[in-house]
């Protein structure tokens, strides 16, 4: 891993609000120095959940992959961003949001790292943007003045769109006339049903399930201009990393391992899993939607990363001016060093 240099990376409070609100980052003010050295080292990691799902991570527990590494469920979050920015102020050990949210916070100066992908898009698993069989949106332009429906403002959704619209000629002016709505993964097909929205962004579980109900159309797909691509990663603070590195290693070996266990088992087999999980560990709430799981979506294999899957977004965000420019080096933003697949070079 890249070592962190200068003050840049290592201050970053005061932006936490505006990177989560999608909002131009200011000025950095806050010094944020390192942990102290004799912090103890830990082989337990907190983490947030997510409602109605399971994460990797919770998998590679469950298929005993992580080793002698616990995790520790602290609640669950609502956004990769939230999440992300809980990793950053300690409340959590490891947080995971689409990279173009952590490339924000890590040029605000968040003293994180990705050390692994954890989803993405591809054939079976992409971010779909579905409106009703019968709405009259068929192209770009009829998307003006229209709600979009997303799981979080300043994340993959709402990059998607913004690169779709730019793509197809729309002005910024014109883009901004476009209305994301944030709403949770499991409100958001009721809501377009209900008319709350006229267009819903659904991944994974919830696009299938969206899907299955029937009257529902896309209208577009990041795949389809974007190609296959990892878009998500897990994040650790650099002091953390310091401190902990084994367990860092084997938390990223273990999700490494799962990713390719999903790959290699039958699908009905992956879906046994993730329902008994989640049925065990006694959330209140219900694991309907998991019978709808077929990828993780990343690219890589074991969820090794490239420079592509951060450069295509702090590139978007200094366009958008959701930053004054991208500073931070690709190798300063993620690391592959704990990745055991990564000397094979990462490709499938």
Not at 52 to 79: C, H, K, Y
Not at 166 to 181: D, N, S, Y
Not at 282 to 287: C, D, L
Request: proline letters at 5%; a neutral charge; aromatic letters at 10%.
């Amino acid at each position: 891993m890249s070592s962190i240099t200068g003050t840049t990376r290592r201050r970053f409070l005061a932006t936490l609000s505006a990177a989560a609100a999608g909002a131009p980052l200011a000025p950095l003010a806050a010094g944020c120095g390192r942990a102290s050295g004799r912090a103890r080292r830990t082989g337990t990691l907190r983490y947030q959940g997510w409602t109605g799902t399971v994460t990797l991570p919770e998998l590679a527990a469950d298929l005993g992959f992580l080793g002698d590494v616990a995790l520790e469920w602290v609640g669950n979050t609502g956004s990769g961003p939230q999440d992300v920015q809980t990793a950053a102020t300690g409340q959590i050990d490891f947080g995971g949001a689409f990279n173009g949210a952590s490339v924000k916070l890590q040029e605000a100066g968040a003293p994180l790292t990705s050390v692994i992908g954890y989803y993405g898009t591809d054939a079976k698993y992409y971010q779909g943007f579905f409106v009703l069989e019968g709405s009259p949106i068929k192209n770009p332009r009829d998307l003006l003045g229209k709600k979009v429906g997303m799981n979080t403002l300043g994340g993959h959704s709402q990059a998607v769109l913004d690169l779709y619209l730019r793509g197809r000629g729309l002005t910024a002016a014109e883009v901004a006339e476009v209305r994301p709505i944030a709403l949770p993964p499991v409100a958001t097909e009721q809501a377009l049903r209900q008319g709350q929205i006229d267009v819903a962004a659904l991944a994974g579980i919830f696009q299938e399930k969206a899907k299955d109900n029937g009257g529902v159309r896309p209208l577009f797909r990041d795949v389809d201009f974007l190609g296959p691509f990892t878009a998500g990663s897990y994040v650790f603070r650099d002091d953390f990393i310091e401190r902990n590195p084994d367990t860092v290693r084997a938390f990223t070996a273990g999700v490494a391992r799962t990713i390719e266990w999903s790959r290699e088992r039958p699908r009905e087999e992956v879906v046994a899993h993730l329902t008994r999980i989640l049925e065990a560990r006694g959330r209140n709430e219900t694991g309907d939607a998991l019978r709808y799981w077929l990828s993780w979506g990343v690219a890589g294999k074991g969820g090794v990363m490239s420079d592509r899957e951060f450069t295509t977004w702090s590139d978007w965000l200094a366009e958008v001016g959701q930053i004054p420019e991208a500073t931070v080096a690709p190798g300063d933003l993620y690391t592959n060093e704990f990745n055991p697949y990564a000397a094979g070079g990462g490709t499938r």
